[in-house]
């Protein structure tokens, strides 16, 4: 089997979570393989984006959210430990709208490392530009490097976006329909990078948008209501899936 | 397809709507009076100050250079110099400025970022409430309280000082800086908060390295304001104050403040010393003046 040579780095086990007294996850599964990109879809309401913010805690930052099961991420169970800084530098992410800080571009890019003690001028620099190259961002931004980040179009915000988050080193990136806000074409530039960033980047992938899931994701789980209806290879998903509602979603039937 | 309408009906529609139109008219011009109302008090309140606080420099041949920097007060000799009480004015706030800018602003923080919903539902108002404490019962609190406490704690003869001042209007101060600045805290982008947490950033560090930054035309609207209060205060200064007519040399000295000066002798004053009251009033208000002319560039400068 193919499946076994892949290498699981996050396991999620029987995750329910509550807002309170309603709850919004239902017995969740999921088994993420390192250095592919999964797509999570499903209509609006689903879950799904709840469902990613749990992999690297930003749940945490609202009141009366209850979780149990497990996330075990690189053998440590997320919920058991409480480094939660730790967590995130490991688990990087994109939000649905860019949201670049007030501050220059290259600062940005420079803040989370710095916060985390590095000072050295020349390795900030290195890292800035690293970062910016890897989200296919350095040539246009490489001149304004000191110009404020706000002043940037939303595609090309957005990939900034992504080298603050590939600045920290992170092994996984969650992404939160990061295209939902920019134009086709900005889209398309952050489809392609997407796809080159999988070699040394696991990410995790959010999306309204079903062919998008299909062009660019190696698994995708179809979330309804709260649960996992059917997780499986992208292709088998969109050409021959399982479950009756996946077909009924993928089709176009209903959300 | 719509109902003809006949002459008659016309004419009545057409009168209904001339007193709308009237009634339109009459109540635009009732609140343009209702705004100049203020203007005009203004006008007539600094027009009135500088006609009679001028009049001894223009009129009399008083040295207006001699007014700001003498150091001595004494109306019965005729000698007006209030450079002991500017002095007093900005030390005192400066000093209020020292001490209620990182409480306020820390408070702001509490209540905005780490508080609970609940324990802020308690705090905020509380600390609006001060705000709405008559100024005289500062005074009478620190008179009461904070003068005898200074006098036992560091042996002084006489507890009302100018640390004494500076302590009342750091409190009088704090629910300017508390309100504006938590405003300006919350409205602060949740974004921010969520894309600084998402990098591993702690909680404080994120506070004091995106929030703050990203609220600090707000914040530094909210101490110039608190400024501004502390600056123009009188009642409780005066009970406070000691009102000794010294440049003040150490923090346990008596001090009297512009505003006092005005407010202690204007009872019964005439005449010259009338009149260089009114001048040290024009002092003061260009003190204001000033602050407020900073406040105005601060919050353009916010806008951009």
Known sequence: MEQSKEATIIN????????????????????????????????????????????????????????????????????????????????????????????????????????QGIKNKKELNLIVEESLRSAAIWDEVKDRLKTS?????????????????????????????????????????????????KEDYTIVIVTHNMQQAARISDKTAFFLNGEVVEYDDTDNIFSTPQDQRTEDYVTGRFG | MSIPTTNKQTVEIGKANKRKYMLEKVSQRLFLICALLSVITLLLIIGFVFYKGAHPFVAEGYSFIDFIFGSDWVPSEDKFGI?????????????????????????????????????????????????????????????????????????????????????????????TIVTVAETAIRAVPQTYREGSLALG????????????????????????????????????????????????????????????NIALEMGYAFGTHQEMLFATGIVLFSFILILNFVLAKISSKGGN
């Open chain 1, 12 to 115: 999620v086990r029987d995750l329910n979570l509550f807002y309170g007294e309603k709850q919004a996850l239902f017995g969740v599964d999921l088994a993420i393989q390192e250095k592919e990109v999964t797509a999570l879809i499903g209509p609006s309401g689903c879950g799904k984006s709840t469902f990613l913010r749990t992999l690297n805690r930003m749940n945490d930052l609202i009141d009366g959210v209850k979780i149990t099961g497990e996330i075990v991420i690189d053998h440590e169970d997320i919920y058991k430990s409480n480094d939660v800084i730790k967590l995130r530098t490991k688990v990087g992410m994109v939000f649905q709208k860019p949201n670049l800080f007030p501050m220059s571009i290259y600062d940005n890019v420079a803040y989370g490392p710095k916060m």
């Open chain 2, 201 to 260: 950033v702690s909680q404080i560090g994120t506070i004091f390295k995106v929030i703050v930054p990203a609220a600090k035309s707000g914040i530094m609207t909210a101490i110039v304001l608190g400024l501004g209060r502390a600056i123009g205060e009188t009642m409780a200064v005066i009970l406070v104050a000691g009102n000794s007519l010294i440049v003040p040399t150490s923090l346990t000295d008596s001090v009297r403040p512009l505003t006092t």
């Open chain 2, 83 to 175: 450079f002991p009480m500017i002095v007093a004015s900005i030390f005192a706030t400066i000093g209020a400025l020292i001490i209620g800018v990182p409480i306020g602003l820390f408070t702001a923080i509490f209540l905005a970022e780490i508080a609970s919903e609940r324990l802020a539902k308690i705090i905020s108002p509380a600390v609006q409430l001060l705000a709405g404490i008559p100024s005289v019962l500062y005074g009478v609190f620190g008179l009461a309280i904070i003068v005898p406490f200074l006098q036992n704690t560091f042996g002084l003869v006489k507890g009302q000082s100018l640390i004494a001042v500076i302590l009342v209007l750091a409190i009088m101060m704090l629910p």
């Open chain 1, 149 to 197: 980040a706000l002043g940037l179009s939303g595609g090309q915000q957005q990939r900034v976006c992504i080298a603050r988050a590939i600045a920290m080193k992170p092994d996984i990136i969650l992404m939160d329909e990061p295209t939902s806000a920019l134009d086709p074409i900005s889209t398309l530039k952050i489809e392609e990078l997407i796809t080159n960033m």
